[in-house]
């Protein structure tokens, strides 16, 4: 992930970051593969700022609404299986 773009999801980054990060959100949402590595991220908790999560999910989102039937078989289970890791990683109250 481009970490300098990921500093513009922050509601405090000014508007150069905020730009470049929309920027970089629309590549990824547009990018064949890209999602891959979204879900990545999540599944194994490499961020733990919640605008880089909300990020990752609305671009898995997109590819679920708009690709998921172009999927392979293998690729829509790697999207079930991320969502579920990161739900079972959730910390219960």
């Known amino acids: 992930m481009d970490e300098q773009a990921l500093l513009g999801l922050?509601?405090?980054a000014d508007a150069r970051y905020r730009q470049r990060?929309?920027?970089?959100f629309?590549?990824?949402?547009?990018?064949q593969d890209a999602w891959e590595v979204c879900a990545?991220?999540?599944?194994?908790?490499?961020?733990?700022?919640d605008h880089?999560?909300?990020?990752?999910?609305?671009?898995?989102?997109?590819?679920?609404?708009?690709?998921?039937?172009?999927?392979s078989a293998v690729q829509q289970q790697l999207i079930r299986e991320t969502l579920?890791?990161?739900l079972q990683c959730q910390p219960t109250t």
């Not at 990060?21 to 970089?24: D, K, L, Q, V």
Request: hydrophobic share 45%; aromatic share 16%; proline share 2%.
């Open 10 to 12: 922050n509601p405090n």
């Open 21 to 24: 990060a929309m920027a970089y």
């Open 26 to 31: 629309e590549q990824l949402k547009e990018s």
């Open 40 to 49: 990545e991220a999540l599944a194994k908790g490499i961020y733990n700022d």
């Open 52 to 71: 880089v999560k909300f990020f990752c999910f609305q671009v898995l989102e997109h590819q679920i609404k708009f690709r998921h039937a172009g999927l």
């Open 84 to 86: 579920m890791k990161w």
